[in-house]
T-cell receptor
Framework: GEKVEQHESTLSVREGDSAVINCTYT??????FPWYKQEAGKSLHFVID?????DRKQSQRLIVLLDKKAKRFSLHITATQPEDSAIYFC?????????????FGIGTLLSVKP | DPKIIQKPKYLVAVTGSEKILICEQY?????MYWYRQSAKKPLEFMFS???????DNQTASSRFQPQSSKKNHLDLQITALKPDDSATYFC????????????FGEGTRLSVL
């Protein structure tokens, strides 16, 4: 079935540095890629998304890049702050044989150290 | 105020019993979903509903049955509970099933003993 691979299971950066989380997907028909943040013991909170008609999107300190040829997308968090520490999930909307659904990566635990 | 309400927040059940997880959304959304998050697996899609109709079912076991009594309700009935069913179950919703990010509820943490 369709999959989303999230390459970094943990990531540790110093406050002020940039953090990059990379994901790849298998469904060539995927056209929508949201990112979510989950703080300890809490629910998933939507942070940013990108559609396949663009290859870059920025919202304040968050940048998402999409490479459709390589079926790869990434989240860049610039000027990181301690409150950015959380688990980040990438996802891709799949239209495969098992229907229309959002498939998630396993999550990246980001630690921002002061 | 939370716009997607899940009840209960925590649930402890014994093996073999049956439980119903409640979800209501007050966002005016037409699509609702159930996802499961456990320590062993990534966030798993279970079901999607649109206008109270089942659209996608990714759950192999018939022990999991979604129920939509109203447009803004999507409950999840789980029968013959097993310890492996222990997980956090998230309800989510979106305006429709096109390219939008669903909003998630706070989850129901289920423990099966």
């Amino acid at each position: 079935g369709e999959k989303v691979e999230q390459h970094e299971s943990t990531l540790s950066v110093r406050e002020g540095d940039s953090a990059v989380i990379n994901c790849t997907y298998t469904d060539t028909a995927s056209s929508y890629f949201p990112w979510y943040k989950q703080e300890a013991g809490k629910s998933l909170h939507f942070v940013i998304d990108i559609r396949s008609n663009v290859d870059r999107k920025q919202s304040q300190r968050l940048i998402v890049l999409l490479d459709k040829k390589a079926k790869r997308f990434s989240l860049h968090i610039t000027a990181t702050q301690p409150e950015d520490s959380a688990i980040y999930f990438c996802a891709a909307r799949s239209y495969g044989s098992s229907g229309n659904k959002l498939i998630f990566g396993i999550g990246t635990l980001l630690s921002v150290k002061p | 105020d939370p716009k997607i309400i899940q009840k209960p927040k925590y649930l402890v059940a014994v093996t073999g019993s049956e439980k119903i997880l409640i979800c209501e959304q007050y966002l005016g959304h037409n699509a609702m979903y159930w996802y499961r998050q456990s320590a062993k697996k990534p966030l798993e899609f279970m079901f999607s509903y649109s206008y109270q109709k089942l659209m996608d079912n990714q759950t192999a076991s018939s022990r999991f049955q979604p129920q939509s009594s109203k447009k803004n309700h999507l409950d999840l009935q789980i029968t013959a509970l097993k310890p492996d069913d222990s997980a956090t179950y998230f309800c989510a919703s979106s305006r429709d099933r096109a390219n939008q990010a669903p909003l998630f509820g706070e989850g129901t943490r289920l423990s099966v003993l």
